[in-house]
Protein backbone atom coordinates (compact mmCIF):
# COMPACT_ATOMS: atom_id res chain seq x y z
CA UNK A 1 0.00 0.00 0.00
CA UNK A 2 3.13 2.24 0.83
CA UNK A 3 4.25 1.63 -2.40
CA UNK A 4 0.99 2.48 -4.16
CA UNK A 5 0.79 5.45 -2.00
CA UNK A 6 4.11 7.03 -3.69
CA UNK A 7 2.97 5.86 -7.19
CA UNK A 8 -0.14 5.50 -7.94
CA UNK A 9 -3.78 3.08 -6.93
CA UNK A 10 -3.67 2.07 -10.73
CA UNK A 11 -5.23 -1.81 -11.01
CA UNK A 12 -1.82 -2.29 -12.52
CA UNK A 13 0.28 -0.87 -10.01
CA UNK A 14 -1.59 -2.38 -7.29
CA UNK A 15 -0.77 -5.87 -8.91
CA UNK A 16 2.61 -5.25 -9.64
CA UNK A 17 3.31 -4.04 -5.98
CA UNK A 18 1.15 -7.47 -4.82
CA UNK A 19 3.88 -9.56 -7.11
CA UNK A 20 6.37 -8.02 -5.85
CA UNK A 21 5.98 -8.26 -2.25
CA UNK A 22 4.88 -12.21 -2.82
CA UNK A 23 8.67 -12.52 -4.36
CA UNK A 24 10.10 -10.77 -1.41
CA UNK A 25 8.15 -12.61 1.39
CA UNK A 26 8.61 -16.01 -0.86
CA UNK A 27 12.48 -15.25 0.09
CA UNK A 28 11.88 -15.13 3.22
CA UNK A 29 10.00 -18.00 3.19
CA UNK A 30 12.85 -19.81 1.69
CA UNK A 31 15.34 -18.43 4.20
CA UNK A 32 13.74 -19.50 7.12
CA UNK A 33 13.25 -22.51 6.03
CA UNK A 34 16.79 -23.18 4.81
CA UNK A 35 17.65 -23.20 8.52
CA UNK A 36 14.72 -24.92 9.90
CA UNK A 37 13.19 -27.48 7.87
CA UNK A 38 10.29 -28.38 10.18
CA UNK A 39 8.49 -24.86 8.85
CA UNK A 40 8.29 -26.45 5.53
CA UNK A 41 5.67 -29.54 6.29
CA UNK A 42 3.74 -26.53 7.91
CA UNK A 43 3.80 -24.25 5.04
CA UNK A 44 3.30 -27.18 2.62
CA UNK A 45 -0.40 -27.02 4.55
CA UNK A 46 -0.68 -23.77 4.82
CA UNK A 47 0.09 -23.02 0.80
CA UNK A 48 -2.65 -26.40 0.18
CA UNK A 49 -5.59 -24.51 2.25
CA UNK A 50 -7.64 -26.44 4.62
CA UNK A 51 -10.32 -25.76 7.42
CA UNK A 52 -9.45 -28.86 9.66
CA UNK A 53 -8.88 -28.14 13.23
CA UNK A 54 -10.04 -24.85 13.39
CA UNK A 55 -12.29 -24.49 16.49
CA UNK A 56 -15.42 -21.66 16.62
CA UNK A 57 -13.35 -20.51 19.11
CA UNK A 58 -10.11 -19.71 17.16
CA UNK A 59 -13.04 -17.38 14.56
CA UNK A 60 -13.54 -14.64 16.96
CA UNK A 61 -10.89 -12.53 16.12
CA UNK A 62 -11.07 -12.91 12.13
CA UNK A 63 -14.91 -13.03 12.08
CA UNK A 64 -14.66 -9.80 13.72
CA UNK A 65 -12.48 -8.18 11.06
CA UNK A 66 -14.10 -9.62 8.26
CA UNK A 67 -17.59 -8.86 9.25
CA UNK A 68 -16.53 -5.22 9.97
CA UNK A 69 -14.52 -4.93 6.43
CA UNK A 70 -17.84 -6.42 4.89
CA UNK A 71 -20.22 -3.67 6.32
CA UNK A 72 -17.66 -0.93 5.46
CA UNK A 73 -17.60 -2.11 1.93
CA UNK A 74 -21.42 -2.12 2.37
CA UNK A 75 -21.86 1.58 3.70
CA UNK A 76 -19.18 2.55 0.81
CA UNK A 77 -21.24 0.58 -1.97
CA UNK A 78 -22.51 3.25 -3.35
CA UNK A 79 -19.35 5.89 -3.68
CA UNK A 80 -17.58 2.72 -4.89
CA UNK A 81 -19.64 2.65 -8.13
CA UNK A 82 -18.88 6.17 -8.80
CA UNK A 83 -14.85 4.96 -8.67
CA UNK A 84 -16.10 2.63 -12.18
CA UNK A 85 -16.74 5.89 -13.67
CA UNK A 86 -13.10 6.83 -13.78
CA UNK A 87 -11.51 9.21 -11.44
CA UNK A 88 -12.15 12.37 -13.43
CA UNK A 89 -16.00 11.72 -13.18
CA UNK A 90 -15.76 10.36 -9.52
CA UNK A 91 -14.08 13.71 -8.58
CA UNK A 92 -16.63 15.56 -10.17
CA UNK A 93 -19.00 13.92 -8.31
CA UNK A 94 -17.11 15.19 -4.55
CA UNK A 95 -15.50 11.25 -4.03
CA UNK A 96 -12.52 11.42 -2.53
CA UNK A 97 -10.79 9.32 -4.78
CA UNK A 98 -7.68 8.62 -2.97
CA UNK A 99 -9.04 8.28 0.50
CA UNK A 100 -11.95 5.93 -0.64
CA UNK A 101 -9.14 3.88 -2.79
CA UNK A 102 -7.24 3.63 0.47
CA UNK A 103 -10.31 2.85 2.74
CA UNK A 104 -10.72 0.06 0.03
CA UNK A 105 -7.59 -1.37 -0.52
CA UNK A 106 -7.19 -1.46 3.57
CA UNK A 107 -10.86 -3.03 3.96
CA UNK A 108 -10.03 -6.02 1.30
CA UNK A 109 -6.59 -6.57 3.18
CA UNK A 110 -7.91 -7.20 6.29
CA UNK A 111 -10.51 -9.44 4.76
CA UNK A 112 -8.61 -11.65 3.08
CA UNK A 113 -5.78 -11.41 5.31
CA UNK A 114 -8.16 -12.97 8.16
CA UNK A 115 -8.96 -15.51 5.70
CA UNK A 116 -5.67 -16.31 4.39
CA UNK A 117 -4.04 -16.48 8.40
CA UNK A 118 -6.41 -19.57 9.16
CA UNK A 119 -7.79 -21.46 6.18
CA UNK A 120 -4.10 -21.00 4.01
CA UNK A 121 -3.88 -19.82 0.32
CA UNK A 122 -7.23 -21.11 -0.91
CA UNK A 123 -6.75 -20.97 -4.34
CA UNK A 124 -8.96 -19.91 -7.27
CA UNK A 125 -11.84 -18.46 -4.62
CA UNK A 126 -11.29 -14.92 -5.72
CA UNK A 127 -11.15 -15.44 -8.80
CA UNK A 128 -14.22 -17.83 -9.23
CA UNK A 129 -16.89 -15.47 -7.19
CA UNK A 130 -16.56 -12.30 -7.97
CA UNK A 131 -16.92 -13.27 -11.81
CA UNK A 132 -19.86 -15.44 -10.56
CA UNK A 133 -21.31 -12.54 -8.64
CA UNK A 134 -21.05 -10.05 -11.21
CA UNK A 135 -22.68 -12.11 -13.87
CA UNK A 136 -25.46 -11.73 -10.88
CA UNK A 137 -25.59 -8.55 -9.60
CA UNK A 138 -24.51 -6.10 -12.77
CA UNK A 139 -22.34 -3.50 -11.62
CA UNK A 140 -24.16 -2.54 -8.29
CA UNK A 141 -21.12 -3.00 -5.72
CA UNK A 142 -23.69 -3.32 -3.00
CA UNK A 143 -25.63 -6.69 -5.08
CA UNK A 144 -21.78 -7.43 -6.03
CA UNK A 145 -20.72 -7.89 -2.73
CA UNK A 146 -23.46 -9.43 -0.96
CA UNK A 147 -23.27 -11.94 -3.40
CA UNK A 148 -19.74 -12.09 -3.37
CA UNK A 149 -19.71 -13.46 0.06
CA UNK A 150 -22.34 -15.81 -0.02
CA UNK A 151 -21.64 -17.15 -2.78
CA UNK A 152 -18.28 -17.48 -1.92
CA UNK A 153 -18.69 -18.58 1.50
CA UNK A 154 -21.31 -21.52 0.22
CA UNK A 155 -18.72 -22.44 -2.44
CA UNK A 156 -15.76 -23.21 0.17
CA UNK A 157 -18.27 -25.07 2.24
CA UNK A 158 -19.24 -27.30 -0.25
CA UNK A 159 -16.17 -27.63 -1.25
CA UNK A 160 -15.26 -28.64 2.19
CA UNK A 161 -18.01 -31.33 2.76
CA UNK A 162 -16.93 -32.59 -0.40
CA UNK A 163 -13.31 -32.76 0.28
CA UNK A 164 -14.06 -34.22 4.08
CA UNK A 165 -16.63 -37.25 2.64
CA UNK A 166 -15.23 -38.42 -1.08
CA UNK A 167 -12.63 -40.32 0.33
CA UNK A 168 -13.26 -40.81 3.97
CA UNK A 169 -12.08 -41.16 6.50
CA UNK A 170 -8.83 -38.93 4.68
CA UNK A 171 -9.93 -35.79 4.40
CA UNK A 172 -8.57 -33.70 0.92
CA UNK A 173 -8.30 -29.99 1.99
CA UNK A 174 -10.54 -27.46 0.48
CA UNK A 175 -7.32 -25.80 -0.85
CA UNK A 176 -6.99 -29.24 -3.64
CA UNK A 177 -11.13 -28.89 -4.27
CA UNK A 178 -10.92 -25.25 -5.62
CA UNK A 179 -7.94 -25.50 -7.71
CA UNK A 180 -9.74 -28.12 -9.24
CA UNK A 181 -12.86 -26.08 -9.26
CA UNK A 182 -10.59 -23.11 -9.87
CA UNK A 183 -8.34 -24.07 -12.99
CA UNK A 184 -11.24 -25.03 -15.16
CA UNK A 185 -13.00 -21.57 -14.66
CA UNK A 186 -9.98 -20.07 -15.40
CA UNK A 187 -9.63 -21.79 -18.85
CA UNK A 188 -13.20 -21.02 -19.49
CA UNK A 189 -12.80 -17.36 -18.66
CA UNK A 190 -9.20 -17.19 -21.12
CA UNK A 191 -11.32 -19.10 -24.12
CA UNK A 192 -14.16 -16.49 -23.64
CA UNK A 193 -11.59 -13.47 -23.72
CA UNK A 194 -10.52 -14.55 -26.81
CA UNK A 195 -13.66 -15.33 -28.35
CA UNK A 196 -14.41 -11.70 -27.59
CA UNK A 197 -10.93 -10.91 -28.72
CA UNK B 1 -19.28 34.24 -11.29
CA UNK B 2 -16.21 32.43 -11.31
CA UNK B 3 -12.88 33.88 -11.47
CA UNK B 4 -9.47 32.19 -12.68
CA UNK B 5 -6.84 34.18 -11.57
CA UNK B 6 -3.13 33.71 -12.75
CA UNK B 7 -3.72 29.90 -12.38
CA UNK B 8 -0.36 27.99 -13.55
CA UNK B 9 0.19 24.45 -13.75
CA UNK B 10 3.29 22.75 -14.35
CA UNK B 11 3.44 18.13 -15.13
CA UNK B 12 7.47 17.29 -14.34
CA UNK B 13 9.27 20.86 -15.08
CA UNK B 14 7.36 21.65 -18.18
CA UNK B 15 4.63 24.64 -17.40
CA UNK B 16 0.90 23.53 -18.76
CA UNK B 17 -1.19 26.37 -17.62
CA UNK B 18 1.38 29.47 -17.83
CA UNK B 19 -1.13 32.32 -16.13
CA UNK B 20 -4.40 32.19 -16.69
CA UNK B 21 -7.14 34.30 -16.08
CA UNK B 22 -10.44 34.35 -17.28
CA UNK B 23 -13.75 35.41 -16.10
CA UNK B 24 -16.74 33.48 -16.98
CA UNK B 25 -20.58 35.26 -16.76
CA UNK B 26 -23.36 33.17 -15.09
CA UNK B 27 -25.93 31.76 -17.37
CA UNK B 28 -23.81 31.63 -20.24
CA UNK B 29 -22.10 29.70 -22.61
CA UNK B 30 -18.32 30.19 -23.20
CA UNK B 31 -15.89 28.62 -25.24
CA UNK B 32 -12.87 27.41 -24.75
CA UNK B 33 -10.83 26.96 -28.08
CA UNK B 34 -7.49 26.51 -28.54
CA UNK B 35 -5.06 23.32 -30.84
CA UNK B 36 -4.09 20.47 -29.52
CA UNK B 37 -2.19 20.52 -26.42
CA UNK B 38 -2.83 23.95 -25.43
CA UNK B 39 -3.89 23.18 -22.08
CA UNK B 40 -7.68 23.18 -22.46
CA UNK B 41 -8.21 19.90 -20.96
CA UNK B 42 -5.95 20.49 -18.00
CA UNK B 43 -7.38 23.86 -17.18
CA UNK B 44 -11.05 21.74 -16.27
CA UNK B 45 -9.41 19.48 -14.36
CA UNK B 46 -8.15 22.31 -11.74
CA UNK B 47 -11.64 23.03 -11.48
CA UNK B 48 -12.73 19.88 -10.39
CA UNK B 49 -9.58 19.58 -8.31
CA UNK B 50 -8.25 16.39 -9.80
CA UNK B 51 -5.31 18.65 -10.89
CA UNK B 52 -2.85 21.06 -8.23
CA UNK B 53 -2.35 24.64 -9.17
CA UNK B 54 -1.05 27.81 -8.39
CA UNK B 55 -3.41 30.66 -7.97
CA UNK B 56 -6.70 31.80 -7.50
CA UNK B 57 -9.95 29.98 -8.31
CA UNK B 58 -13.19 31.70 -7.02
CA UNK B 59 -16.82 30.79 -7.15
CA UNK B 60 -18.88 33.64 -6.25
CA UNK B 61 -15.90 35.05 -4.55
CA UNK B 62 -15.35 31.78 -2.75
CA UNK B 63 -11.42 30.23 -3.40
CA UNK B 64 -12.20 26.10 -4.37
CA UNK B 65 -8.86 25.49 -2.86
CA UNK B 66 -10.23 26.01 0.44
CA UNK B 67 -13.69 23.82 -0.03
CA UNK B 68 -14.31 19.78 0.33
CA UNK B 69 -14.53 18.13 -2.73
CA UNK B 70 -18.08 17.35 -1.87
CA UNK B 71 -18.85 20.99 -1.39
CA UNK B 72 -16.63 21.33 -5.18
CA UNK B 73 -18.77 19.20 -7.06
CA UNK B 74 -22.21 20.80 -5.24
CA UNK B 75 -21.02 23.85 -7.38
CA UNK B 76 -19.04 22.62 -10.65
CA UNK B 77 -20.06 19.66 -12.48
CA UNK B 78 -17.61 18.06 -15.20
CA UNK B 79 -18.19 16.13 -18.40
CA UNK B 80 -14.95 14.64 -19.75
CA UNK B 81 -14.11 13.65 -23.36
CA UNK B 82 -14.39 9.73 -22.77
CA UNK B 83 -16.97 8.65 -21.14
CA UNK B 84 -17.00 4.85 -19.57
CA UNK B 85 -19.20 2.12 -20.37
CA UNK B 86 -20.32 0.73 -16.83
CA UNK B 87 -22.72 -2.19 -16.64
CA UNK B 88 -25.78 0.07 -14.69
CA UNK B 89 -29.02 1.23 -16.58
CA UNK B 90 -29.53 4.92 -17.67
CA UNK B 91 -31.38 5.50 -14.29
CA UNK B 92 -28.69 4.20 -12.04
CA UNK B 93 -26.26 5.91 -13.95
CA UNK B 94 -28.53 9.23 -13.14
CA UNK B 95 -28.84 9.11 -9.59
CA UNK B 96 -25.10 8.70 -9.05
CA UNK B 97 -25.43 12.94 -10.27
CA UNK B 98 -26.77 13.25 -6.39
CA UNK B 99 -23.46 11.56 -5.09
CA UNK B 100 -22.73 15.12 -3.14
CA UNK B 101 -26.19 15.25 -1.95
CA UNK B 102 -25.51 11.80 -0.26
CA UNK B 103 -23.84 10.67 3.07
CA UNK B 104 -23.78 8.10 5.23
CA UNK B 105 -26.47 9.30 7.49
CA UNK B 106 -28.47 10.87 4.06
CA UNK B 107 -29.49 8.30 1.45
CA UNK B 108 -31.69 9.03 -1.85
CA UNK B 109 -34.91 11.16 -0.65
CA UNK B 110 -37.56 11.53 -2.66
CA UNK B 111 -36.31 15.42 -3.70
CA UNK B 112 -33.04 13.17 -4.85
CA UNK B 113 -35.58 11.33 -7.60
CA UNK B 114 -37.59 14.37 -8.33
CA UNK B 115 -33.93 16.35 -9.48
CA UNK B 116 -33.40 12.57 -11.19
CA UNK B 117 -36.57 12.87 -12.88
CA UNK B 118 -36.17 16.60 -14.22
CA UNK B 119 -32.94 15.79 -15.20
CA UNK B 120 -34.12 12.77 -17.43
CA UNK B 121 -36.23 15.36 -18.74
CA UNK B 122 -34.20 17.84 -19.32
CA UNK B 123 -31.80 16.00 -21.53
CA UNK B 124 -34.18 14.10 -23.32
CA UNK B 125 -33.22 11.05 -22.03
CA UNK B 126 -36.62 9.65 -20.29
CA UNK B 127 -36.81 6.93 -22.82
CA UNK B 128 -33.38 5.75 -22.00
CA UNK B 129 -34.04 5.43 -18.30
CA UNK B 130 -34.15 1.41 -18.47
CA UNK B 131 -31.48 0.70 -20.62
CA UNK B 132 -28.09 -0.50 -20.20
CA UNK B 133 -25.42 2.24 -20.60
CA UNK B 134 -23.32 -0.67 -22.59
CA UNK B 135 -26.28 -1.15 -25.04
CA UNK B 136 -26.70 2.51 -25.70
CA UNK B 137 -25.41 4.47 -29.00
CA UNK B 138 -22.47 7.42 -28.70
CA UNK B 139 -25.14 9.85 -28.87
CA UNK B 140 -27.23 8.03 -26.22
CA UNK B 141 -24.71 7.83 -24.06
CA UNK B 142 -24.11 11.46 -24.32
CA UNK B 143 -27.72 12.41 -23.31
CA UNK B 144 -27.67 10.33 -19.99
CA UNK B 145 -24.72 11.55 -18.85
CA UNK B 146 -25.63 14.86 -19.81
CA UNK B 147 -28.69 13.85 -17.37
CA UNK B 148 -26.27 12.97 -14.61
CA UNK B 149 -24.68 16.23 -14.77
CA UNK B 150 -27.96 17.82 -14.18
CA UNK B 151 -29.06 15.77 -11.94
CA UNK B 152 -25.75 17.26 -9.87
CA UNK B 153 -27.76 20.42 -10.07
CA UNK B 154 -24.87 22.70 -10.48
CA UNK B 155 -24.30 26.17 -11.07
CA UNK B 156 -21.31 25.50 -13.69
CA UNK B 157 -21.08 22.21 -15.68
CA UNK B 158 -17.84 21.78 -17.62
CA UNK B 159 -17.89 20.01 -21.07
CA UNK B 160 -14.66 18.59 -22.03
CA UNK B 161 -15.08 17.86 -26.13
CA UNK B 162 -18.40 16.76 -25.66
CA UNK B 163 -19.42 16.29 -29.46
CA UNK B 164 -15.79 14.56 -30.14
CA UNK B 165 -17.24 10.92 -31.22
CA UNK B 166 -20.49 11.85 -32.44
CA UNK B 167 -21.82 12.19 -35.94
CA UNK B 168 -23.54 15.67 -37.02
CA UNK B 169 -27.26 15.23 -36.15
CA UNK B 170 -26.19 14.13 -32.85
CA UNK B 171 -24.09 16.97 -32.34
CA UNK B 172 -26.36 19.51 -33.34
CA UNK B 173 -28.62 17.57 -31.17
CA UNK B 174 -26.50 17.90 -28.30
CA UNK B 175 -25.81 21.83 -28.66
CA UNK B 176 -29.43 22.23 -28.72
CA UNK B 177 -30.31 20.97 -25.78
CA UNK B 178 -26.94 22.29 -23.97
CA UNK B 179 -28.53 26.12 -24.83
CA UNK B 180 -31.51 25.16 -24.25
CA UNK B 181 -30.67 24.13 -20.81
CA UNK B 182 -28.95 26.95 -20.13
CA UNK B 183 -31.72 29.13 -20.71
CA UNK B 184 -34.06 26.93 -19.64
CA UNK B 185 -32.52 26.32 -15.45
CA UNK B 186 -30.02 29.01 -15.91
CA UNK B 187 -26.94 27.09 -15.69
CA UNK B 188 -23.03 28.36 -16.75
CA UNK B 189 -21.24 26.36 -19.59
CA UNK B 190 -17.70 26.20 -19.94
CA UNK B 191 -17.44 24.05 -22.99
CA UNK B 192 -14.12 23.21 -25.07
CA UNK B 193 -14.63 22.92 -28.11
CA UNK B 194 -12.55 22.41 -31.38
CA UNK B 195 -15.32 23.00 -33.82
CA UNK B 196 -15.22 26.86 -34.70
CA UNK B 197 -18.25 27.09 -36.54
CA UNK B 198 -20.03 25.49 -33.90
CA UNK B 199 -18.26 27.69 -31.04
CA UNK B 200 -19.21 31.02 -33.15
CA UNK B 201 -22.88 29.38 -33.33
CA UNK B 202 -23.65 28.85 -30.02
CA UNK B 203 -21.30 30.79 -27.38
CA UNK B 204 -22.14 33.69 -26.08
CA UNK B 205 -18.20 34.24 -25.31
CA UNK B 206 -15.04 32.74 -26.74
CA UNK B 207 -11.82 32.22 -24.87
CA UNK B 208 -8.85 31.36 -27.43
CA UNK B 209 -5.83 29.44 -25.65
CA UNK B 210 -2.60 28.87 -26.84
CA UNK B 211 0.06 27.55 -25.47
CA UNK B 212 -0.81 27.55 -22.05
CA UNK B 213 -2.10 30.95 -22.17
CA UNK B 214 -5.49 32.82 -22.88
CA UNK B 215 -4.61 34.89 -25.74
CA UNK B 216 -8.23 36.29 -26.16
CA UNK B 217 -11.24 36.36 -24.11
CA UNK B 218 -14.56 38.33 -24.95
CA UNK B 219 -17.70 38.25 -26.87
CA UNK B 220 -18.25 35.99 -29.47
CA UNK B 221 -18.89 38.68 -32.33
CA UNK B 222 -16.13 40.69 -30.93
CA UNK B 223 -13.49 37.82 -31.19
CA UNK B 224 -15.36 36.68 -34.06
CA UNK B 225 -14.23 40.38 -36.11
CA UNK B 226 -10.62 40.52 -34.37
CA UNK B 227 -9.66 37.63 -36.45
CA UNK B 228 -7.74 35.94 -34.32
CA UNK B 229 -9.15 32.80 -34.52
CA UNK B 230 -8.44 32.86 -38.75
CA UNK B 231 -4.76 33.60 -37.36
CA UNK B 232 -4.19 31.27 -34.83
CA UNK B 233 -5.95 27.99 -36.85
CA UNK B 234 -4.90 29.01 -39.90
CA UNK B 235 -8.75 28.94 -41.50
CA UNK B 236 -10.97 31.14 -43.67
CA UNK B 237 -14.05 32.69 -42.50
CA UNK B 238 -16.88 33.08 -44.09
CA UNK B 239 -20.08 34.94 -43.54
CA UNK B 240 -23.09 33.28 -44.98
CA UNK B 241 -27.19 34.22 -43.86
CA UNK B 242 -25.70 35.81 -40.66
CA UNK B 243 -23.95 32.23 -39.80
CA UNK B 244 -20.15 32.59 -39.70
CA UNK B 245 -18.34 29.18 -41.02
CA UNK B 246 -14.84 28.52 -40.57
CA UNK B 247 -13.31 26.33 -43.39
Known amino acids: MYICSKINFSKSTVILAGVAVTALLNAAISFVSYFDSDVLSVYRYFSVGGLSGITPEQLKTPALIIFTSVAIMLILSSKVDTLCLGDSLALSLGVNVKGLRLICLITASAAAGSV ?82 | MLKIENLKVEIKNSTILDGISLSVRPHTITALIGKNASGKSTLLSCLTGERKYTGKITFCDKDLALMSQKERARLISLLPQHLPVPDITGTDLVKMGRTPYLDIGRRFTKEDE ?87 EIADSIAVMDNGKIVAHSKTEEIVKSGIIEKLFNVTRYDFNGLTIYR
Open chain 2, 114 to 200: LQVQKALEAADAKDLSLKKISEMSGGERQKIFLAMTLAQDTRLIAFDEPTSFMDIMHEKEFYRLLTDTVKKYKKTALVVMHDLTRAA
Open chain 1, 116 to 197: VSFAGLLGFVGLVVPHIARKLSGGNTFFLTVNSCLIGSSLVVLSDLFGRTLLSPTEIPVGIIMSFIGAPFLFYLLARRKNHA
